[in-house]
């Protein structure tokens, strides 16, 4: 029990509020923490003690719990995103006085978060939805962390957050992203990225080891050696530890006795979902919902695979018996390279365009920088990016920064060629094709679209415009056609 009052709460102990929780009282923060299930207040209190006698006093119940923090309160939640967190909400605010905040730190809809920040001011608190990234190392040790919401319940707990954040040369991985819910909408797309960028990686995976038939050893290599360069990552980095790991149940690797269905939690869809109510878009995120769709339907797939064996068609469906093998990896390399500068490019003006429709001022350098530790997507790659935005703040997209450009310039034909031979192999890449398909589409001046435009005139009469005259048009398509000779 502490004597003096505590300078902050945390409610929802469970893998990541106990971590985060034991990471600000580490950092010097006396810190109270309560959870419905006392069990779980005893575990975080006994691991404050074991992690060196931190300042962490565990409570039982909701109204000692509140009384036990200093005021202005300032809470931090980290339940289950929907219905729990008003029931906590609920539980907290009958203890809770005029002037005291509340954070949600969860993966909110930002809506809700919205909602809920409306509804608090009214009864004179503060609310914060703040996306924390990083699991359960990156809670402990220092995570990427996304406050919206309150400024003024922000700078309330500012001196917390910058010293329990990652820290990277450029600074503390936190900052204020916005108003409203914008905190949670950067988390969705961060998420959203990290769909797109594990799709990828598994793709350069199946290419490596379906065509150019490497083993997890050399795998492990490769992606430990990718890790030293333009692709240091922390999803390259746990990629080339995964394998090494051999399997304790069985023969072999346990990378290849894990059945191949990704599940999900749902913030990759709500990406894309946003994605297309804001007409942007965002392929390469979407590709990588669409395999986690496709990789569910494990038991149509088996049978599938059979209809197809039966009628001629194997796994792999031409035998690349002579695969020059570091080629192939130094291609694979680049393809995955210029399509994760697409599916950053894609998520960057999928926050633009949100930014604008809600009025947050978003500032996306600062949003490259504060991903550059402690979340799921740091890469020594958003170091490029912050720095991008810093030589042009309205970069239409990334692939027009003169480096970036210069960049898929000098892979484009790699990534084709690893495109291609997936292809001809049988093999989908679809995050890889689609990113290329994306960048094919947005470098030409001139698309196809003019005739589907003009298929819109002949059957809707949507009208069209010229590239030569201004002004709208329609032309009766359907007689002109019946009157003409060719
Ligand atoms: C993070 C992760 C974290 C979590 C996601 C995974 O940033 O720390 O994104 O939020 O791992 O929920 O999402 P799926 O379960 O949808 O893959």
Known sequence: MATTLTRIGLAGLAVMGQNLALNIAEKGFPISVYNRSSSKVDETVERAKKEGDLPLYGFHDPESFVLSIQKPRVIIMLVKA?????????????YLEKGDCII??????????????????????????????????????GPSMMPGGSFEAYKNIEDILVKVAAQVDSGPCVTYIGKGGSGNFVKMVHNGIEYGDMQLIAEAYDVLKSVGKLSNEELHQVFSEWNKGELLSFLVEITADIFKIKDDKADGHL??????????????????QQAAELSIAAPT?????????????????VLAAKVFQSSGIGEILTDQAVVDKQKLIDDVRQALYASKICSYAQGMNLIRAKSEEKDWGLKLGELARIWKGGCIIRAIFLDRIKQAYDRNADLANLLVDPEFAGEVVDRQAAWRRVVCLAINAGISTPGMSTSLAYFDTYRRERLPANLVQAQRDYFGAHTYERTDIPGSFHTEWFKLAKQSKI
Do not use: C, H, Q
């Open 104 to 141: 949600d730190g969860g993966n909110e809809w930002y809506e809700n978060t919205e909602r809920r920040e409306k509804a608090m001011t009214e009864l004179g608190f503060l609310y914060l939805g703040m996306g924390v990234s990083g699991g359960e190392e990156g809670a402990r040790n």
């Open 82 to 94: 929907g219905a729990p967190v008003d029931d906590t909400i609920k539980t907290l605010s009958v």
């Open 285 to 301: 995120i979407a590709a990588s919902l669409d395999s986690r769709f496709l990789s569910g339907l494990k038991e149509e797939r």
């Open 255 to 272: 990378v290849d006795k894990v059945l191949d269905k990704t599940g999900m939690k749902g913030t990759g869809k709500w990406t894309v």
